[in-house]
């Protein structure tokens, strides 16, 4: 079986719409208007579909990069024991897929109608196992757990027991996911502070990518909120907390100029 697959191989059939990440991250329009899921929003159904179809493909994407870290690295260069928490992932991210699924289902959404992008399988084809345990395990887990979080309080705001139920289970999944992440980060550059500092500083990439231009904070309204707590049970020092939150509060502010200046430049012509 050939190692270190690209994005392009992931098996898909045609029910499946891909987008590219430079298109994803390159549009232009305010993420403020259609990113948060409040339940007193008119359009707050097609919201959560759009949301939870997101988290189906995170899913697919988190099985299949566990599953590649699993099998594309010789125990001289992970540590065994690395390569079986992977498989335990790879398990527990089945299961998300098909919870999720049903999920987008009894929600009244279906596969393929919101586009996905592959920005998280490409985070876990780093070369450097150390640095897909930090941008996989850490930054887009780490998203995880702020997303179902999130989800589940909406679940229960809406009054929706299956919802509030079923991403309550994720969440507990994920907080290991990311504890994972934390504890072989630390244990395999015990000894290379050079490579646990550049694998640190590609997390920070990756989180600063999924702030969606400052969509992310600690706020009750916040499109995307940080889970302060959960992130600590996994491993998450408060400082590294502060740092997203502080860097999505910069990107908010450079998104607001922008749009401050594109609305000046649409008055004027
Ligand atoms: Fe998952
Ligand atoms: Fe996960």
Redesign the pocket.
């Known amino acids: 079986m050939q190692k270190n697959i690209s994005p392009s191989s992931l098996a898909r059939d045609d029910r499946f719409n891909r987008q590219t990440s430079e298109e994803r991250f390159s549009d232009r329009r305010n993420p403020f208007e259609v990113g948060n899921i409040d339940p007193t929003a008119e359009d707050v159904a097609d919201r959560a579909r759009r949301r939870m179809h997101g988290i189906f493909v995170g899913?697919i994407q988190?099985l299949e990069g566990a599953g590649r870290t699993a099998f594309d690295f010789s125990t001289e260069e992970v540590p065994y024991e690395l390569k079986l928490d992977m498989a335990r992932q790879c398990w527990?991210?089945a299961r998300?897929c098909e919870i999720s699924i049903k999920l987008a289902e009894h929600m009244g959404g279906e596969l393929g109608e919101y586009v996905e992008t592959t920005t998280l399988f490409e985070a876990a084809c780093h070369d450097d196992p150390v640095f897909r345990l930090a941008g996989v395990n850490r930054a887009l887990e780490g998203l995880?757990i702020d997303v179902f979080s999130q989800m589940r309080d909406f679940g229960e705001e809406m009054s929706d027991p299956i919802l509030e139920y079923c991403e309550d289970y994720?969440l507990a999944?994920?907080v290991t996911?990311v504890r994972m992440g934390s504890k072989w980060l630390r244990a395999v550059t015990e000894d290379d502070p050079e490579r646990r500092k550049a694998a640190l500083e590609f997390q920070k990439v990756v989180d600063g990518l999924f702030n969606f231009r400052g969509q992310r904070s600690e706020d009750d309204d916040a499109p995307i909120r940080l889970a302060r707590q959960f992130r600590k049970m996994a491993g998450f020092t408060d400082s590294e907390v502060d740092h997203i939150a502080e860097t999505s509060l910069k990107q908010k502010a450079e998104l607001e100029a922008d749009l401050m200046a594109a609305s000046i430049l649409a008055e004027e012509n």
């Open positions: 899913e988190a527990d991210e998300h995880a994720m999944d994920e996911h």
